[in-house]
């Protein structure tokens, strides 16, 4: 009786690990680290709702989700495990060592996808190769408020389940600076628009009538999508939220793509 119980739980516990190693993989990273100057930044209070959401999609879609916040996930072989990496509203230094960024860099030359939500634009300021990737770093954003977002592309899967032209929304309206000219925009906000301080409003000026809030491109073999929506952690119950956000992952995971 002993035996077979033994050989019951070796097959389901091979079963369980051949299942894993078939079901596509995502490390969701909601590193906050240091600013340049060293000292404790901004920490979003959204992470453990954000988090929550994504492993609800992943269980709902058959996507195996890991999370950390510890940059020792930064290895070649680890790495190796997943499909895209999450930046989950992680914020300022994203790294310890250069070895984990040449990691990272490898993973996304192999082809591994990148998604970033919300504040992730404000990981690695310092890092130029990462504005391309993420496509820009954080520049400033005005007061919380409800504005009107563009849906100018309705066949992403990011963005094809929203019906209309239009998306009404309130978060915070991230403006971003150092992006890079390839990037596909699929939703865009009027900035000008927007009930903006004194001080705000000479800068907008300079802003075009259309700005970027979401968008995705290939770079360097990999496939890159952000949102900068997301501030608030009741955004993550929020369906058409989660869906923009499961899309963006799912493209990024090529997902979509033919065999």
Known sequence: MQKWMTGLLAVLVLGGLLARAETPCALIYTRNGL?????????HDNIAASVKALEE???ENRIAMDVADDPKVFTDDNLKKYRVVIFDNSNNAA??????KAAFQKYIHNGGGFVGIHSATGSERKWPWFWQLIGGTFGFHPPLQKFTINILDKKHPATAFLSGDTW????????????????HILLAGNFK?????????KIA??????VPLAWCHEFEGARSFYTALGHKK??????????????????AMKLDAKP
């Open 35 to 43: 600013t340049a100057d060293g000292k404790k930044g901004f920490v």
């Open 57 to 59: 999609l992943g269980r």
């Open 95 to 100: 790294f310890d060592t250069e070895e984990q």
């Open 168 to 183: 009404a929304w309130e978060d915070e309206f991230y403006v971003i600076k150092e992006q890079p000219k390839d990037l």
């Open 193 to 201: 628009a927007l009930k903006l301080p004194e001080k705000t409003k």
């Open 205 to 210: 000026e300079s802003l075009p009538d259309s």
């Open 234 to 251: 009741e955004y993550y119950s929020d369906p058409l939220f989660r869906k923009h956000l499961l899309g963006g992952i799912q493209w």
